[in-house]
């Protein structure tokens, strides 16, 4: 991977492949590592991010902010103030407890540490966020993915024979899905909560852009906890996830926590984020209007297939083409979107777009109409 160093080459490194072999777990060493492309030039719409800056002044008060921060010192170690500001900003019920993550994949990591054993079953639909599955195996876990159905809604009949198959210690729902876009049948989610003997995680990475939580059913199931980040509303560089629940269950999940696990800077740059947060809430109102013309505009092309999002990207399909061509022509004309659909199964040939600024998403539009222009 780190080609920073190509005197490497030359003889001086160990060969230590048979070492690796002998070492590494043999799941591990069958990953395939998380890949992210380096975007270079090209307009980014593949990673969900909020495509806009913070006004001017604002980030002038932000810089005077941060200057005077004690680098020199360790974090507060509870993240007490951001827990005060999270809770204030986000309407976080009284009664529950924070525990905070560098991002929410690594509170994914923290839960699924404080429940493995090699014989319990982490759950998840299929498709949905690969680092359930990945941090499933990470820490030696078994995984079953349950395949939803062909409008990517929950399959309840094979929801439920699983859990009772397997007994989860752990199941994983996102709310909205990633990378499918749509927000579960909450009758269904019910059902799983009630049917299912262990712990049950409701990420809401998406939530800025739902208009819908499972935050108020905190207080009716013991095995819920609810997890967010402040990565999709535009603070994805800062890397704040949390987690919502008793604090029965937070307690010990926190002992999984390296020490401060939020530095200093994320600390005092996501309060004041929070202080300020009508400035990121007018921007993902914005990206939900924009949104709704771009599948509009996706819709009105010929005989694609658009799937409805209540997150901040859109799932599509162009019949016809594979995706892996639609992907790689769009790359030259300077647009990386994600290309989801080189496996066999729901998401066959689908890609996936981030909505991006109103010219961002023009260009990309513009863009697949040349392409696929008969
Ligand atoms: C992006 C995403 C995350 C990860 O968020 P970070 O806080 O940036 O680690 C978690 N869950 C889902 C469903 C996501 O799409």
């Not at 994949?105 to 949905?128: G, K, N």
């Not at 499933?136 to 309840?156: C, I, K, Q, T, W």
């Not at 990633?178 to 019910?190: H, R, S, V, Y």
Request: aromatic content about 8%; hydrophobic content about 45%.
């Amino acid at each position: 991977m780190n080609n920073d160093n190509p005197s490497s080459d030359a003889g001086n490194v160990p060969d230590c492949s048979a070492l690796v072999a002998q070492w590494i777990r043999p799941e591990v060493r069958a990953i395939n590592a998380y890949h992210v492309p380096n975007p270079g030039e090209l307009i980014k719409l593949d990673a969900m991010e909020n495509p806009y800056s913070w006004p001017e002044a604002l980030r002038d008060s932000w810089l005077a902010q941060i200057s005077s921060t004690a680098i020199n010192r360790y974090p507060d170690p509870g993240a007490d103030e951001l827990k005060s500001a999270l809770r204030k900003a986000l309407a976080i019920p009284d009664d529950c407890s924070i525990l905070l993550g560098n991002g929410s994949d690594e509170l994914i990591q923290m839960i699924a540490m404080a429940i493995a054993t090699p014989e319990r079953v982490v759950l998840a639909p299929e498709p949905s966020f690969v680092m359930y599955r990945m941090i499933a195996l990470m820490v030696g876990m078994r995984y079953e993915g349950v395949p939803l159905n062909a409008s990517f809604e929950l399959d309840s009949d094979a929801m439920l024979a699983a859990i009772k198959e397997h007994e989860p210690a752990l199941i994983f729902l996102a709310y909205p899905n990633n990378p499918t876009g749509n927000l579960f049948d909450k009758d269904a989610i019910a059902a799983i909560l009630k049917a299912s003997p262990g712990l049950v995680v409701v990420d809401e990475a998406y939530f800025p852009f739902a208009g819908s939580t499972l935050m108020d059913w905190l207080q009716q199931y013991p095995n819920l906890l609810v997890m967010r980040t402040v990565s999709k509303m535009g603070l994805a560089g800062l890397r704040l996830g949390y987690l919502v629940g008793s604090e029965q269950w937070l307690q010990h999940i926190d002992k999984m926590r390296l020490p401060y696990n939020i530095n200093v800077l994320t600390q005092e740059s996501a309060r004041f984020a929070l202080e300020n947060i009508a400035v990121f809430d007018a921007q993902t109102r914005q990206i939900c209007e924009d949104r709704e013309t771009l599948f509009q505009q996706l819709c009105a092309l010929d005989n694609l297939e658009v799937f409805p999002s209540q997150a901040n990207f859109i799932l599509f399909r162009v019949p016809g083409w594979a995706s892996q061509d639609i992907f790689e022509q769009l790359k030259q004309r300077c647009v990386l979107i994600k290309n989801l659909g080189n496996q066999p199964g729901l998401l066959k040939d689908c890609l996936r777009v981030t909505v991006g600024t109103q010219q961002e998403n023009a260009q990309f539009l513009q863009a697949l109409r040349d392409i696929i222009k008969p």
